[in-house]
C-alpha cells in the first residue's frame, strides 16, 4: 500500500489483509471492509495457490481447493451487499486456462489421487461453474459476473509450478483491468474471457445442474446458507 501510495501521490488508497486459507480471518476482512466503505464498485479474486503436495488448512480443506475456490465464493457472498449499493458494480474472478473438464463431486479435495496438476485444474474449474452460477442468481441486479484466463504470467505461482515461462505480471494486471473497468463491458456477464476476448470454457463448466450441487456443496463445507441453492 505504501509502495502504491508513493507511486501515485495519492493517500485514497486503503488495505485490508487476510489469510485466505482461514474462514475466520475471510469473514473479518469482510467486516471491516463493510465497516470503512459504504459501497463496493469491484471486486477483483485474485489471489491463488499451486501445491505440489497436498495440506490442509486449519478447517481441515486442502488447500489449493480452499484458496483458489471457496476463499472467493465465501468473500464475494459476505461482500453481496456492499456491492449492491453501487449504481454498477463488478466481481471478477481470475481462473485460468488449465481448468478442467472433469469435476467428481466427491473428490473435490483429492483425497484420492492427488496431483498438483489435477487440484489447480478443479479448483479453478469450480470457480468458472461460480461465476457463471452468480451470474445467473444476479441477472436482475446492477452486479455483472465475469471471469478470465489472465495469461501465462511470471508470478509466484507460475515458477512453482512449471518454470519462469511467461509474460510480465504488468500484462496479467492488463487483463484484469479490462475486464474489471471497460466501459463496453458494462452489461456482459456470465462470461470467461482471454485475452480481452470472450472465449467458451471447457464444457464441463456450463452444466447447470452441477452447477447448483456444486455451489450447494460448498455452502455445506463453509457452514453457511446464501441462497435457495
Keep these: 500500500m505504501e509502495q502504491i501510495k508513493n507511486e501515485t501521490k495519492s493517500d485514497n488508497i486503503s488495505a485490508v489483509y487476510a489469510d485466505l486459507s482461514s474462514f475466520d480471518q475471510i469473514k473479518k476482512m469482510s467486516y471491516q471492509i463493510k465497516e470503512r466503505f459504504e459501497r463496493l464498485d469491484v471486486l477483483i479474486n485474485n489471489a491463488g495457490v499451486y501445491r505440489q503436495n497436498r495440506q490442509i488448512t486449519e478447517e481441515g480443506l486442502e488447500e489449493t481447493f480452499a484458496i483458489n475456490y471457496v476463499?472467493?465464493?465465501l468473500l464475494t457472498n459476505l461482500l453481496l451487499d456492499s456491492l449492491k449499493k453501487a449504481n454498477s458494480s463488478r466481481i471478477v474472478n481470475v481462473a485460468s486456462q488449465v481448468h478442467s473438464n472433469h469435476l467428481d463431486l466427491n473428490n473435490l479435495q483429492f483425497e484420492k489421487g492427488y496431483t498438483g496438476v489435477k487440484a489447480y485444474a478443479s479448483s479453478k474449474a469450480c470457480l468458472i461453474m461460480f461465476t457463471y452460477l452468480m451470474a445467473e442468481n444476479l441477472k436482475e441486479t446492477n452486479i455483472t459476473v465475469n471471469c478470465l484466463h489472465p495469461g501465462i504470467i511470471n508470478t509466484k505461482l507460475l515458477n512453482v509450478a512449471w518454470g519462469s515461462v511467461g509474460a510480465p505480471v504488468s500484462e496479467g494486471a492488463k487483463n484484469l483491468i479490462y475486464v474489471a473497468m471497460a466501459p463496453n463491458l458494462e452489461k456482459v456477464s456470465g462470461k470467461y474471457f482471454d485475452n480481452k476476448h470472450i472465449k467458451p470454457?471447457?464444457?464441463?463448466?456450463?452444466?447447470?445442474?452441477?452447477?447448483?450441487?456444486?455451489?450447494?456443496k460448498t455452502e455445506e463445507i463453509i457452514g453457511l446458507k446464501f441462497n435457495k441453492y
Excluded: G, H, N, V
Excluded at 201 to 216: G, V
Design 201 to 216: 470454457s471447457k464444457d464441463i463448466t456450463y452444466d447447470k445442474e452441477l452447477q447448483r450441487k456444486l455451489w450447494k
Design 71 to 73: 476463499a472467493p465464493f
